[in-house]
């Protein structure tokens, strides 16, 4: 069985013309790290697609999966645990 293709590269795009070169959901102009700060922010997908009503769920799932692989990908160095 072949590997699928991760739903984020359908998703999302990186285009040095739109938003200065971030990476925006695929069709539009919004940002993944907004869609990504609401998420942390605890508002719900519904309310995320009320207030984008462009975006779709699989674009919000492609925003998570494109972090998720970022994470894998990049270490971002924490201060230690004290305590």
Partial sequence: MA????TYLDRITVDAAICHGRAVIRGTRIP????LDN???GVGEDEILKSYPSLT???IRG???YA???ARERIVPLSPATG
């Fill in 3 to 6: 590997k699928q293709q991760p």
């Fill in 32 to 35: 993944v790290s907004v869609v």
């Fill in 39 to 41: 998420l942390a922010a």
């Fill in 57 to 59: 769920t699989e674009d």
């Fill in 63 to 65: 925003a998570v999966e």
């Fill in 68 to 70: 998720a692989e970022l």
